[in-house]
């Protein structure tokens, strides 16, 4: 590993019982452990399991009839399942009582 900065060769120390690469010419560091542990974490969160409850702000609504309280207006998304042959899966969920259903294709 050399440098970005100066090109100079650069050393591992410890600091707060991490190593650290560091130049000794201008004092440039990294620490190459957590940019990869952050990487990791943010790819693992998406599982199988689907809940955009959390979005239903930002979807369109759309005319469906809730089977629990005959609202007739439903926020509505779709989930393409990872193999492209699988008919995608149309969700609704109620604007009145949050009832949430799915629909497939
Ligand atoms: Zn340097
Ligand atoms: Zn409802």
Known sequence: MFCPKCGTILRV????????????NCNYTKSP?????MELKEKVSTGKQVEVIEKTELLPKIRAQCKK???????????QTRSADEP????????KCGHTWREYS
């Open 33 to 37: 452990e957590e940019g990869e542990k």
């Open 13 to 24: 120390k410890e600091k707060a019982k991490k190593k650290v690469l560091f130049c000794g």
């Open 69 to 79: 309280c005959d609202n007739d207006v439903a926020y509505y998304w779709s989930y």
């Open 88 to 95: 995608e899966t149309r969700f609704f969920k109620c604007t």
